[in-house]
Every structure is written in C-alpha cells, then in structure tokens.
Nanobody, 124 residues
Framework: QVQLVESGGGLVQAGVSLRLSCVASGVTFSNVFMGWFRQAPGKERTFVATISWGADSTLLADSVKGRFTISRDNTKKSVTLQMTSLKPEDTAVYYC?????????????????WGQGIQVTVSS
C-alpha cells in the first residue's frame, strides 16, 4: 500500500520561509514523478510544483516561481517543497502526490497517489 506523509506545515507570518516534506512508502520512489498541489479555502485544488524521477527537471506554477523550490532525495524517498517569501494567498492545505506518468504532469488526474494534506497558514 502506497503512503505519502506530509510534514512541516503550520502558521507563519508573511515573508518568512517554510519547508514541507513528504515521505513515501510502498512505491518504487525513483520510478515516480512527485508533485505538490494546494487547496485554498473555498477553492479547487491547484498545481504547485512537480519534479522528475531523477530530479533533473522541475516545473512550478507561475504563482510560486522564484519563491518555491521543489527537490527530492530518492535515497530517503522524500520530496521537499521549500517555500520562501510566503504570502497570505499561499494559505492552503498542501498535498503531496506521486505519478507514474512522465513529462512533469500538472493535472491532478495524472497522479495516482496522494497524501492526506497539511495546513499552511500565512498571516499578514
């Protein structure tokens, strides 16, 4: 059974940094693209970032480019979302997801496995 467990969320003030981590089990980690999505209150879940199997390619949503970085460590079966210069509009539940599809998928349907989500709240 595949499990993705996120950690690192919390309540922070605008302008600070926060690091989210996701650890996977039950899957050959080096064979999946990993992604982060988020869902703000009252809104649909949206794409944030994705990273390829070997971490040689990444893709980020325009809204977080220049502020967020995605990375992975295949030896630890983990993916990290480093978030800097946080804004109140970054407030959301953040989800880690894994995909067997190649090509840096942005759509939710490309991801087969999902974490439970973790809350990030940015106060102004």
């Amino acid at each position: 059974q595949v499990q993705l467990v996120e950690s690192g969320g919390g309540l922070v003030q605008a302008g600070v940094s926060l690091r989210l981590s996701c650890v996977a089990s039950g899957v050959t980690f080096s064979n999946v693209f990993m992604g982060w999505f988020r869902q703000a209150p009252g809104k649909e879940r949206t794409f944030v970032a994705t990273i390829s199997w070997g971490a040689d390619s990444t893709l980020l949503a325009d809204s977080v480019k220049g502020r967020f970085t995605i990375s992975r460590d295949n030896t630890k079966k983990s993916v990290t979302l480093q978030m800097t210069s946080l804004k109140p509009e970054d407030t959301a539940v953040y989800y880690c997801a894994a995909s067997h599809y190649a090509g840096l998928p942005r759509r939710e349907s490309a991801y087969q496995y999902w974490g439970q989500g973790i809350q990030v709240t940015v106060s102004s």
